[in-house]
């Protein structure tokens, strides 16, 4: 997943795939970037961030910056 986000202040979406629903929420807080993503269930996903930083993760990941 590589959302470009540009000034956007939140970000809300949800991707159907073969394994299941995959849910992305992203919201800008005064310069601190949060990152909540959803995976189904025995998928293996990757968030690339707009500095080029890979985090690779299973089920879900927050991650703030």
Do not use: C, M, W
Not at 5 to 15: E, I, K, Q, R, V
Not at 25 to 51: C, F, H, M
């Amino acid at each position: 997943i590589q959302p470009r986000l540009f000034d956007l202040p939140d970000l809300h979406g949800t991707a159907a795939t073969p394994l299941g629903e995959v849910r992305f929420d992203y919201q800008n807080d005064q310069g601190a970037r949060q990152y909540d993503v959803t995976l189904p269930e025995k998928a293996e996903g990757q968030l690339i961030l707009p500095s080029g930083k890979r985090l690779s993760f299973t089920g879900r990941l927050r991650y703030t910056e």
